[in-house]
């Protein structure tokens, strides 16, 4: 029997070349990218700042949308951006960490940006509780749940970790979270 998605193979041009495995970061580039690079391209050019007005600002939305049947979810709930740093410095920028609630509860295997983006917090305040990992490819659990206390207010997590692909019990520290008031940005990228 033949794997049907073999038939994609032939969008990605560097598949031709050589076995390409980074998709966390830049993935293979599909054959109709360079058209629509050049579609960005042109109106960039012709249009100016005007492109903003012209479509540019719905892009986002346009493709949350297209994901939004795909994940379950409403159209219009999906707010997409350019990497999931940037997406969490937006959530995490709606906290306060001058009160008692300053915490931020994370691991050391964190992908590098994230980890970088939450000790910039230290100077509105927030008190950064770093996790180690007991091997460098895995978290403990229950040391993250017995971190997670009324003093936390976030815990930024990732589903699997970039480094391994170890994925983490995100159930159970989504359920301590809430459970002490909470929240967990989850990256599930």
């Known amino acids: 029997m033949t794997d049907p998605l073999l038939t994609w193979r032939k969008e990605f041009p560097i598949l031709d070349t050589c076995t390409y495995l980074v998709s966390h970061s830049l993935g293979a580039m599909p054959r109709k990218t360079a058209i629509y690079l050049q579609q960005f391209a042109d109106e960039w050019s012709t249009r100016g700042v005007r492109a903003w007005n012209e479509g540019w600002w719905d892009v986002g939305r346009t493709t949350g949308d297209l994901l939004a049947s795909v994940l379950g979810v409403q159209r219009g709930t999906i707010s997409m951006h350019q990497n999931v740093t940037v997406a969490m410095a937006i959530i995490a920028s709606c906290h306060r960490f001058d009160g008692p609630r300053n915490r ?5 295997l964190e992908f590098p ?6 000790e ?3 100077r509105y305040g927030a008190d ?3 996790l180690k990992s007991p091997d460098a ?3 403990d659990l229950q040391a993250i749940l017995d971190a997670i206390d009324e003093r936390t207010a976030l815990v930024p997590l990732s589903y699997v970790l970039f480094r391994s692909a170890y994925i983490q019990d995100a159930a159970a520290v989504i359920e301590k979270a809430h459970r002490v008031g909470a929240q967990v940005i989850l990256d599930v990228y």
């Not at 940006?113 to 939450?118: A, K």
């Open 104 to 108: 931020i509860v994370m691991t050391d």
């Open 113 to 118: 940006s994230n980890l970088y983006l939450f």
């Open 120 to 122: 910039g917090f230290r």
């Open 128 to 130: 950064i509780v770093h």
């Open 137 to 139: 490819m895995r978290t």
